[in-house]
């Protein structure tokens, strides 16, 4: 696609409610990973995925958050019993390769957790 | 752990000015170092990539710097323009993730 691709743009969700953010990455591209953007921070690292393999899932705040590519493209980000501190904006990024290559970002999913 | 930090948090200037955004990191074992714009309600979109082993890199009006060993860098934009209004973002990559500072929020007025 001519773009990362992230749905859906906005999600509110009530505390303890499970929720699923959809990436799209630009085709071709080997690397994918997911950020945690609070407002007014900058962008906290959550996992990385190379092809569908998670290599490193380091950042994720708790067993609550679980991320996947099952066919190495498309990407979902799932939070269990979502909580209040769970809102910010979550961001995808695909690149062409693992180092030194530009990261290309979606516009975001911004999570309200009411 | 590496850590990112960008000075200032907050620039505003009159059109026409040069300006220079500063980034200094802990840790100077990178792969490299990036700057990325961000406009409100939206991604972050990248603006230059420094190698570890460059020092600088430059696009148009942008010219981003990189001494690794003192955990520096600047962003120097030349002949500011109102579109330039942003926040600016610098990232480091190590091993496996990108650590970025806070930001500098830039307010370019006509």
């Known amino acids: 696609g001519a773009g990362v691709s992230q749905s859906p743009r906005y999600k509110v969700a009530k505390r303890g409610q499970d929720v699923a953010l959809r990436c799209d990455p630009i085709?071709?591209?080997?690397?994918l990973f997911w950020y945690q953007q609070a407002l007014g921070q900058g962008p906290e690292f959550l996992t990385y995925?190379?092809?569908?393999?998670?290599?490193?899932k380091s950042g994720l705040p708790s067993d609550r958050f679980f991320a996947e590519r099952p066919e190495g493209s498309v990407s979902t980000l799932k939070i269990q019993r979502t909580q209040q501190e769970d809102s910010a904006v979550y961001l995808c990024?695909?690149?062409?390769?693992?180092?030194?290559?530009?990261?290309?970002f979606g516009s975001g999913t911004q999570l309200s957790v009411l | 752990k590496q850590e990112v930090t960008q000075i200032p948090a907050a620039l505003s200037v009159p059109e026409g000015e040069n300006l220079v955004l500063n980034c200094s990191f802990t840790d100077s074992a990178i792969y490299n170092l990036q700057w990325f714009r961000q406009d409100p309600g939206k991604g972050l979109t990248s603006l230059l990539l420094i190698q570890s082993s460059q020092r600088e890199q430059t696009s148009g009006r942008l010219n981003a710097s990189l001494d690794k060993s003192s955990g520096r860098s600047t962003l120097y934009i030349a002949a500011s323009q109102p579109g330039d209004s942003a926040t600016y973002l610098c990232a480091v990559e190590g091993y496996s993730t990108l650590t970025f500072g806070k930001g500098t929020m830039l307010l370019v007025s006509p």
């Open positions: 995925f190379q092809n569908e393999a998670q290599l490193d």
């Open positions: 990024a695909s690149s062409r390769d693992s180092r030194n290559e530009k990261l290309f």
């Open positions: 085709s071709g591209h080997v690397s």
